[in-house]
């Protein structure tokens, strides 16, 4: 590994990893795409940077690539934060694999977003969705939590996931998926500190 801080206060990285994997049965790593039993060694090497997170818009950038398994793959991925007057957190990530293995080629995509503001020093709001193309769906999570007195909390959290299956009628983003969640869960929470 080589890596090193610059004035600036950003961040790079150099790697290279040897990596070990020995599965006793099959596995589905990818949708239609089977690792079989085995011992499998393999190297890659990635080069990273990290903007300084002291700005009010940090970035990263990654990109690996080297052996998979029985075969080859590559992935880049990029995010952004953004940190508005001390209120507001808005992040985004996005990444790209793409593998070739013996069982089959396959590209995986993933992509998440959260916002986090602070209404004052007792109430904030927390939102986070995920998307992955092997699973074919969005995940949604949003909290909201109060402070009313130091010791006491109260959260309101509603969790839910769609599906963005192309050949399903009601796929994520139509507004009728919506009312047709693959799960859903809505919490409420109230912790009381007793002193004596």
Not at 12 to 36: C, K, M, S, Y
Not at 64 to 81: H, I, K, L, P
Not at 120 to 149: C, M, Y
Request: hydrophobic letters at 35%; a neutral charge; charged letters at 20%.
């Amino acid at each position: 590994m080589l890596a090193g801080d610059l004035e600036s206060g950003d961040h790079f990285e150099v790697n290279v990893r040897r990596e070990l994997d020995a599965p006793i049965e099959a596995f589905e790593i990818f949708r239609g795409t089977t690792i079989a039993p085995g011992r499998y060694w393999w190297t890659t090497g990635d080069i990273q940077y990290l903007t300084s997170s002291g700005r009010p818009l940090s970035a990263e950038a990654i990109i690996s690539t080297g052996q998979f398994y029985d075969g080859n793959s590559s992935t880049a991925e990029v995010g952004a934060t953004f940190r508005g007057g001390g209120h507001v957190i808005l992040g985004t990530t996005y990444s790209v694999t793409s593998a070739r293995l013996s069982a089959g080629t396959f590209t995986a995509v993933a992509a998440t977003g959260r916002l986090e503001y602070t209404f004052n020093t007792r109430t904030g709001f927390l939102g986070f969705v995920q998307f992955n193309n092997e699973s074919q769906r969005a995940d949604f999570n949003l909290r909201f939590h109060w402070i009313p007195k130091i010791g006491d909390d109260v959260y309101a959290v509603w969790n839910s996931g769609y599906t963005t299956d192309p050949s399903a009628p009601n796929r994520f983003p139509s507004p009728r998926a919506l009312s047709r969640p693959l799960n859903g869960a809505f919490i409420l929470k109230a912790v009381h500190l007793i002193s004596r």
